[in-house]
């Protein structure tokens, strides 16, 4: 298992890393003075007994100031802190406090915070030396320190110059730590002014503090500077460069594209930001160029408007066409009607079959126009319903008579499931019939013989429901997610030659203009079911009770 190497804890803020061999080297150099002191002290004579060892007890942080080479953070430092006071204390308790010859190594807490680094340090050594001056004017109180001036003057000036260095180290840890900072500013600056976009520092009016990166070709820096963003945008643009300072600002994104006032034919993009700053609120701001990407939806929009134009003008052709094409087809039908009827007198055989194909030909290609007809007025908006209120199983009834020669001739049985009470419903009458009208033609078209279709009719609360149900071919899963589209077919080829693709599109259009819905239910080589659902049902009020109101039942459940 891989593991990631343990980071060392972080020194502190005012200490750089950079400090360690300077620091452990005061630290050598202070238990170094320290221990020949106490050697010189004893081998010269006059420094034994708790002075010795009180000078001795002021190498220990001297030494243990070496193990932050190894291991060097803020808790470490101030750990060392603690040992210099903690041997300041024993020393002058062991030497006679402030009346004895090491008085002086009182403030050696104060010059090792000052190494150490930091405010923190600081302060704490301060801290110790005022309790080190306690200690040492108890200890003075109790057993006052023996006169050793040699050893006074010595521990003086070994504090003093001790003192001096770590204000030196300190010193330099300052200019290390200016230094760094002003490199660190100005990679940063290098990074901002590489990136391929403009980033401004605002002022929530709109004034620009700072500016990085490569400007927009038609955004200059400099009067960005001078009169600010606001003034810099296209009039018409400003209020929505304005909303999105007032978003940012409220802590959200704001997000703009606005032409510069001086390249109106070009476009460039503002994401924004608030940015809090101890001097108050700002805003960081990217602009990019975004004229490529405007132009691209520019075109898309042409694209879209022509499509359009294309599409009404197409719906405006077809239903022109058909009414054209109904007049002259309205006569093919009369004249081969009468040859079919005879009522001129007799006609020979074949011109009887041909008279009988042309009327056949004539009413599928009128069928055809009428729905094409249909579907360019529904696709135009242009065809209104005109709801009324009837029976629908009246409506129902007189499209299966329609179709019932067709069925019997096919020897396919046409059946209804039909309620005992009047269905009444508000809806468009003719709409209705097309709707059962093509869903009865198409079963009859795909049953073979001896196949059987079924209509129901019901009425489930506010919603009325047409099923036409089939034994017929059926529809494959892939093909009945696409039917319902105008000119979509399933089937075979011979099954796509016996229609035209209308049907079940007009059924779903006339459906969606009632607010309704078509669904189809098929399984290949068994059948098909398609139920039609329109909220188009009156529900009918019950009587009045005697002096009471009158009470209208809830729908049942089951409408969708």
């Given at each position: 298992m891989i593991q990631s190497a343990r980071p060392d804890p972080k020194?502190?803020?005012?200490?750089?890393?950079?400090?360690?061999?300077?620091?452990?080297?005061?630290?050598?150099?202070?238990?170094?003075?320290?221990?020949l002191l106490a050697l010189g002290g004893r081998w010269i004579g006059g420094v034994d007994g708790s002075v010795f060892y009180g000078v001795l007890t002021m190498v220990v942080p001297g030494l243990s100031g070496l193990a932050l080479l190894r291991r060097d953070g803020g808790p470490e430092r101030l750990v060392q802190l603690g040992i210099w006071s903690v041997a300041a204390l024993l020393t002058a308790a062991l030497s006679g406090g402030l009346t004895g010859p090491l008085s002086?190594?009182?403030?050696?807490?104060?010059?090792?915070?000052?190494?150490?680094?930091?405010?923190?340090?600081v302060q704490l050594g301060a801290l110790a030396v005022g309790l080190a001056a306690v200690?040492?004017?108890?200890?003075?109180?109790?057993?006052?320190?023996?006169?050793?001036?040699?050893l006074a003057a010595i521990s003086a000036l070994l504090t003093a110059t001790a003192a001096a260095l770590a204000v030196r180290l300190s010193w330099r840890q300052r200019e290390a730590r200016l230094t760094a900072a002003e490199a660190e500013t100005a990679r940063l600056e290098t990074l901002l002014a590489a990136q391929p976009g403009l980033t401004l520092v605002l002022e929530p009016s709109g004034r620009v503090v700072a500016a990085y990166g490569a400007p927009p070709v038609s955004l200059p820096v400099d009067p960005l500077f001078e009169s600010g963003l606001v003034a810099a945008v296209h009039a018409p643009d400003r209020p929505q460069l304005l909303a999105a300072i007032e978003r940012a600002l409220k802590g959200h994104d704001g997000a703009a594209v606005f032409a510069p006032r001086t390249a109106l034919d070009r476009r460039v993009q503002l994401i924004m930001r608030r940015l809090d700053d101890p001097a108050g609120p700002r805003l960081i701001a990217q602009l990019f160029d975004?004229?490529?990407q405007y132009a691209r939806e520019l075109g898309l929009e042409v694209a879209r408007q022509e499509a359009e134009a294309r599409e009404a003008g197409k719906t405006r052709f077809l239903a022109n066409m058909s009414h054209e094409l109904r007049t002259p087809l309205n006569?093919?039908?009369g004249f081969s009607d009468i040859m079919r009827q005879r009522i001129f007198g007799p006609?020979?055989?074949r011109y009887s079959e041909y008279a009988e194909n042309i009327h056949q030909a004539g009413g599928h290609l009128l069928d055809l126009i009428n729905d094409v007809l249909d579907v360019t007025k529904i696709e135009a908006e242009r065809y209104t319903?005109?709801?009324?209120?009837?029976?629908?199983?009246?409506?129902?009834?007189?499209?299966?008579a329609l179709v019932r020669v067709n069925a019997d001739d096919k020897g396919v049985s046409?059946?209804?499931?039909?309620?005992?009470?009047?269905?009444?419903?508000?809806?468009?009458?003719?709409?209705?019939k097309q709707i059962a009208l093509n869903l009865l033609s198409n079963a009859v078209k795909f049953t073979p013989r001896d196949g059987a279709i079924t209509v129901t009719v019901e009425a489930i609360g506010p919603y009325l429901e047409v099923i036409v149900a089939d034994t017929g071919v059926g529809i494959a899963p892939e093909d009945v997610r696409r039917l319902g589209r105008p000119f979509e077919q399933a089937g075979e080829i011979e099954q796509r030659r016996q229609g035209t693709g209308l049907g079940l599109s007009l059924v779903r259009a006339f459906a969606e203009l009632h607010g309704g819905r078509m669904s189809i239910d098929s399984t290949l080589g068994e059948g098909t079911a398609v139920t039609v659902r329109l909220p188009v049902a009156v529900i009918a009020k019950a009587p009045a009770p005697e002096g009471g109101a009158e009470i209208i039942p809830m729908p049942r459940k089951g409408g969708g």
């Open positions: 020194p502190l803020p005012d200490a750089p890393a950079s400090d360690r061999p300077s620091l452990a080297a005061w630290h050598a150099g202070w238990a170094v003075a320290v221990a002086g190594f009182v403030f050696l807490p104060l010059a090792a915070g000052i190494a150490l680094g930091g405010p923190r340090p200690a040492g004017l108890l200890s003075a109180s109790v057993t006052p320190g023996p006169h050793l001036p040699g975004a004229t490529a006569a093919v039908l006609l020979p055989d319903l005109t709801l009324e209120q009837f029976d629908a199983r009246e409506v129902v009834s007189a499209a299966m046409l059946s209804s499931v039909l309620p005992g009470d009047p269905v009444e419903v508000s809806a468009d009458r003719r709409a209705l």
